[in-house]
């Protein structure tokens, strides 16, 4: 009895080192094109965070549905799907593949986000 918690004990730690820790993904707003385009300021529009083959995403408000893709730079595959920011938050898995990522994020109002990671 003792070797099989023993053995269980060993496993839950093996499980528990492999997960990866949250990285942050930094979040820019791309610069607008022309004025009739422009919205307005805020501090915290969009926040993100890697962790464990998943791109989590957070909101400063809500922005409507935004399309956000993730596409692995390194090996080509690219991610897809659409929100709806009125929940606050989103996540999109993806791999967790080696390689350089980027992030696009684009609100109902053409607005643009974008940030880049790499693992």
């Not at 070797?3 to 839950?12: N, S, T, V």
Request: proline share 4%; with cysteine; charged share 20%.
């Amino acid at each position: 009895m003792k070797k099989i918690f023993l053995l269980l004990f060993l496993m839950c730690g093996v499980l528990l080192s492999s997960a990866e820790e949250k990285k942050e993904i930094p979040i820019k707003k791309d610069p607008e094109p022309t004025p009739e385009f422009r919205m307005p300021y805020y501090s915290y529009d969009i926040t993100a965070y890697y962790q464990d083959g998943v791109v989590y995403l957070q909101f400063g408000y809500d922005m409507g549905n935004v399309d956000v893709t993730v596409t692995n730079e390194t090996t080509g595959e690219m991610w897809q799907q659409t929100d709806d920011s009125a929940f606050g938050s989103a996540s999109i898995a993806t791999s967790a593949s080696a390689g350089s990522y980027t992030i696009s994020i684009v609100t109902d109002d053409g607005v643009c986000y974008s940030g880049s990671f790499a693992l």
